[in-house]
C-alpha cells in the first residue's frame, strides 16, 4: 500500500500527523512496519478528503520548510486547525489516529466507521490511557496483577522534536 | 512540555472527549525432475549483502540484521529459519552426536536421523502425578501395550493439538480438530525441547504443580546470545503423517514409531499401538534469543501438503487436498473423532500465500539441499514464514509487536489460518493464527504467565 504514495507526501503526513497527535514520528511511522496504518490512513483521507487533504499536506510541507521543528505545532495551530475549512479536515485526521474511526461529517460524533480490524486495535487511545481494546491485548495474561507500566510518555515532545 | 504543546494535547483529548504461489512450486517442479548429477541442480540465487546462504550443522545464535526496511530485516529472519531448520535437520549418528562431515540429507537415501530428534519429547517432561523429567538422554516411556519385541523406541501420542481429552497433550487453544490425510488416517504430533529449556524447567521445577506453586518471579527462558556464543531454548512440534496409498517416502523426512492412541470413555476408544512408519509433514522451529525475548517463530512444511487458495492448476495429489473433491476447505471433521479409526479427509487449502521474498530463499536451500544429493529428502521441505517481534523491548508493549502480524501452518494450524468471508480471505486478530499472541497467554498451573510455553500448563 505504502508503494502508492510518494515518500516524501507520505513524510509529510507522517510528521503532520506527529505533530497533531503529540506521538513520535517513530511510533506512528515503527521502521518495522508490517501493519502500516499511516498508508492507510493517508489513503482514508486522500480519498474522503481529496483537494483538501492536499491542501493540508502542502500548507504543512511549506511549514516543514520555512520553519524549525519546535515551532510546527504554533504554525499548524495558526494555519491549519484555525482554518475554516482545514482545521476540521486535520481533525478528522487527528482523531483517526487516536481511535481508528473516520468520522464524516468531520465534526459529527454519531457517523463514523472504524477504518479497519487493525485500526480498532492500533488506535493511540489505548496507550495513553495505559490500557488495550476489548478483545486484544499486548500483556501477558494475569498483567493486572501487576504494577503497570510507566505512564505513557509523548515521545515527540520528550524527545525535544516538538514544541 | 511547553504551554503550547500542552494545548495541542489537551486539544487532541477534547477531541477524543467529545468525539492482513506458486513461483516457488514452479522452483520445486524443477528440482523434482530427474537430476543426472548434483551440478544439475539449479543455480541459487546469489544471496543478499551480508548473509551467506550455505548447509551448516551450527545453530544459529540469533538473527543478524543486514538492512534497516521491513523487507531487509524479513529475509533476515527467514535466512534465521532456514539455517536453524538445517542444523536441526543435521545428522546425527548412532549415539545422537551430530557428525559435521555427514552432510543433512548426504546418505544414499537421501534422509538421515535428526538433531531434534534427540531432545526431550514433552512426555518426558511432564509426567503422571508431577513425577520429576526422565534424564535428559533417557529413553522415552513406552505405554506397556507398545511394548513389540524389537519395536522402535520413539513413541508418538499426539493426535492432534486440541484440549480434549481423547487428543492427548494438546496445548493450543483455539477451534481446532484433528488433521485427517487423503487416506483417512489421523496426523500425529509431538513435541520435542532442547537441553537448556530443559535443564531450566528441572532446575525450577516447573514440571510439577507443587514445583510451579513455590516458583518465585517470573519465567525466563534462557535465551541464545550471539555476543557469548551460548545457546538458548529451542522448542520443536512436528506434525507428521502416517505413509500409504499414493504418498512416495522418498519426498519425506521418515521416522518409524510406535505411534499410540490412548483409551477413551467418550467416545468410546480403546486403546492401541502400532508400529509405523511417518513422514514429516509439518515443522515449528520455535527459538528465544537475546534480540527476541518473545521468541523467533519459524514454520515449515512439506511441499507436497496443500494447495493456495482459491485454488487454480492444482497437482494431482497432495497429502490433505483432493483436487475435484468438492468438500469445503479447513473444516473440522464431525464428531466423534477416533484416531484408531479412519475418517474423513480434510480439504486444506492454504489461505495466505508464500511471499516472493519467502520462496527465493525456499528456492535457493532447496537448492543446495538438492546438490547435495539429488535424492535429498530436505529438498521437499519450505519455509512458510516467520514472526518475530518488531519492539522486543518496549515495555508499553511486552508482546513486541509480532511481525507479521499473522502465521499458520496448514498442518497446524489447519483452522485458524483465516476467515472466508464472500470467497475472500480475512486475517483476524485474535481469530487467525498468530503464533506471538496466542502464546502471550500461555500460563503455568498457577495461571501466571509461563514464558510463551503451554508445556508447563499440562503440569500435575
Not at chain 1, 103 to 126: F, R, T
Not at chain 2, 340 to 352: H, I, M, N, Y
Request: net charge negative.
Amino acid at each position: 500500500m505504502s508503494d502508492a504514495v510518494p515518500d516524501s507526501s507520505m513524510n509529510t503526513f507522517v510528521e503532520l500527523s506527529s505533530v497533531l497527535t503529540g506521538y513520535a514520528r517513530e511510533v506512528l511511522a515503527p521502521p518495522f512496519d508490517s501493519i502500516d496504518l499511516k498508508s492507510l490512513y493517508y489513503q482514508t483521507a486522500q480519498q474522503a478528503q481529496g483537494a483538501v487533504f492536499d491542501q493540508i499536506l502542502s500548507t504543512f510541507a511549506q511549514i516543514m520548510s520555512a520553519t524549525p521543528p519546535d515551532q510546527w505545532p504554533q504554525e499548524v495551530q495558526e494555519k491549519i486547525l484555525s482554518d475554516a475549512t482545514l482545521g476540521p479536515a486535520a481533525r478528522q485526521i487527528l482523531k483517526l489516529w487516536f481511535v481508528g474511526i473516520w468520522y464524516d461529517p468531520p465534526d459529527q460524533i454519531n457517523q463514523g466507521h472504524i477504518v479497519s480490524m487493525q485500526a480498532y486495535i492500533g488506535g493511540l487511545v489505548w496507550d495513553t490511557i495505559q490500557a488495550h481494546p476489548m478483545g486484544d491485548s499486548q500483556f501477558a495474561f494475569g498483567y493486572w496483577g501487576s504494577d503497570p507500566p510507566p505512564p505513557g510518555p509523548f515521545p515527540r515532545f520528550e524527545k525535544g522534536g516538538g514544541a | 512540555m511547553t504551554s503550547h504543546a500542552k494545548r495541542l494535547f489537551g486539544l487532541a483529548l477534547s477531541l477524543l472527549a467529545v468525539s492482513g504461489a506458486w513461483a516457488g512450486r514452479s522452483a520445486m517442479a524443477a528440482l523434482q525432475a530427474p537430476q543426472p548429477a548434483p551440478a544439475a541442480a539449479p543455480e541459487p540465487a546469489a544471496p543478499p549483502a551480508g548473509q551467506t546462504t550455505k548447509l551448516s550443522p551450527d545453530i544459529p545464535y540469533d538473527v543478524v540484521l543486514t538492512g534497516s526496511t521491513l523487507e531487509a530485516a524479513q529475509r533476515d529472519f527467514d535466512q534465521f529459519a532456514w539455517e536453524m531448520f538445517v542444523a536441526l535437520n543435521w545428522t546425527v549418528d548412532a549415539s545422537g552426536k551430530v557428525d559435521p562431515q555427514k552432510v543433512i540429507g548426504s546418505a544414499p537415501s537421501g534422509d538421515n536421523p535428526t538433531v531434534w530428534e534427540t531432545w526431550k519429547e514433552a512426555g518426558g517432561i511432564i509426567r503422571a502425578g508431577g513425577k520429576p523429567p526422565t534424564p535428559w538422554g533417557a529413553p522415552p516411556e513406552i505405554p506397556p501395550v507398545c511394548r513389540f519385541a524389537g519395536g522402535p523406541s520413539k513413541v508418538i501420542a499426539q493426535a492432534g493439538k486440541v484440549p480434549l481429552p481423547l487428543l492427548v497433550q494438546s496445548e493450543q487453544a483455539f477451534k481446532m480438530g484433528p488433521l485427517i490425510d487423503q487416506n483417512g488416517v489421523y496426523a500425529r504430533y509431538e513435541i520435542v525441547v532442547d537441553q537448556p529449556m530443559f535443564d531450566y524447567i528441572v532446575a525450577n521445577q516447573l514440571y510439577s504443580r507443587a514445583g510451579q506453586q513455590s516458583f518465585k518471579g517470573q519465567v525466563e527462558f534462557p535465551f541464545s546470545d550471539l555476543a557469548t556464543k551460548t545457546l538458548g531454548s529451542i522448542m520443536v512440534k512436528a506434525a507428521w503423517k502416517i505413509l500409504g496409498a499414493g504418498d512416495d517416502p522418498s519426498r519425506f523426512h521418515v521416522s518409524e514409531a510406535l505411534v499410540y492412541t490412548p483409551a477413551s470413555e467418550n467416545p468410546p476408544v480403546q486403546e492401541s499401538c502400532a508400529k509405523e512408519k511417518l513422514g514429516l509433514v509439518g515443522l515449528h522451529i520455535v527459538a528465544r534469543t537475546k534480540s527476541a525475548p518473545q521468541w523467533i517463530w519459524t514454520t515449515f512444511e512439506q511441499v507436497d501438503n496443500a494447495p493456495d487458495y482459491p485454488v487454480q492448476n492444482a497437482a494431482s495429489h497432495y497429502n490433505f487436498y483432493a483436487p475435484g473433491s468438492g468438500a469445503p476447505i479447513n473444516t473440522v471433521a464431525p464428531q466423534p473423532w477416533d484416531p484408531a479409526k479412519k475418517g474423513p479427509p480434510t480439504q486444506v487449502a492454504r489461505l495466505s500465500a508464500l511471499t516472493a521474498a519467502t520462496q527465493t530463499i525456499n528456492s535457493q536451500y532447496q537448492a543446495l539441499l538438492a546438490a547435495v544429493n539429488p535424492r535429498s529428502v530436505w529438498q521437499y521441505y519450505e519455509l512458510i514464514n516467520t514472526q518475530w517481534p518488531a519492539s522486543p523491548n518496549d515495555p508499553r508493549n511486552p508482546l513486541g509487536r509480532p511481525t507479521p502480524p499473522f502465521l499458520a501452518n496448514t498442518t497446524m494450524e489447519t483452522y485458524i489460518q483465516g476467515a472466508l468471508v464472500d470467497g475472500k480471505v480475512e486475517l483476524v486478530p485474535q481469530g487467525t493464527s498468530s503464533c506471538m499472541n496466542c502464546h502471550n497467554n500461555a500460563t503455568l498451573t498457577t495461571a501466571a504467565p509461563s514464558g510463551f510455553s503451554y508445556l508447563l500448563s499440562q503440569a500435575q
